[in-house]
């Protein structure tokens, strides 16, 4: 049976280890995962809980990634490249999911869509995509770089552009997500 941690790992690098954090030491998002599931792990209070989350914080400073120990996300978490990415903490992301830099998942305060959002699994975000509201992404779903996502997405789908176009394709992420946790 493989940790979370050690499925992080092998979707950002392709291969399983017993040792995740030494083999990933070099990659800033995977090290940010390691402190990130850590973090989850244990307790605020645990002494343990304190240090991962002081070194969260410090990763955070480091590589721009402000994402909570308290987000909810599915194993297979991979950060494709380090740079500013924003996580609201009472978002939902599922398993296997890819975030590129300059992606926004935040809330909205006001309108139809007040809240924050969904993501299920197997999920690609491309570079600066924004996605906020009370609206849930879909399976198997394409986001493509610079895309404003306000509305939910059906499953197999490629989502562009600003206002979003949505295409229906059963291979939506087929050759984006590498590496997939079943």
């Not at 092998?10 to 390691?34: C, D, E, H, M, V």
């Not at 991962?52 to 297979?76: D, F, M």
């Not at 609206?135 to 989502?159: C, F, K, W």
Request: proline share 4%; with cysteine; aromatic share 12%.
């Amino acid at each position: 049976m493989k940790t979370i941690i050690q499925k992080d790992f092998y979707r950002n690098f392709g291969y399983w280890t017993n040792f995740p954090f030494i083999k990933g030491f070099l990659s800033p998002g995977f090290r940010f995962i390691y402190c990130l599931r850590n973090a989850q792990k244990y307790n605020s209070k645990h002494p343990l809980g304190l240090f991962y989350r002081l070194l969260l914080r410090r990763y955070s400073i480091k590589y721009g990634y402000q994402i909570s120990a308290k987000t909810k996300i599915g194993e297979g978490f991979n950060l494709g490249h380090w740079g500013t990415i924003v996580v609201n903490p009472n978002a939902v992301i599922g398993k296997n999911c890819n975030i590129a830099h300059g992606v926004t998942i935040g809330q909205t305060n006001r309108g139809k869509s007040k809240g924050y959002p969904i993501i299920k699994d197997n999920v690609w975000i491309g570079t600066n995509a924004v996605i906020v509201g009370s609206i849930i992404v879909g399976n198997n779903v394409l986001i493509a770089p610079n895309s404003y996502v306000t509305e939910n997405i059906p499953d197999n789908s490629v989502v562009m552009g600003n206002p979003i176009t949505i295409i229906s394709n059963d291979r939506a992420t087929e050759g984006y997500i590498n590496n997939r946790i079943d």
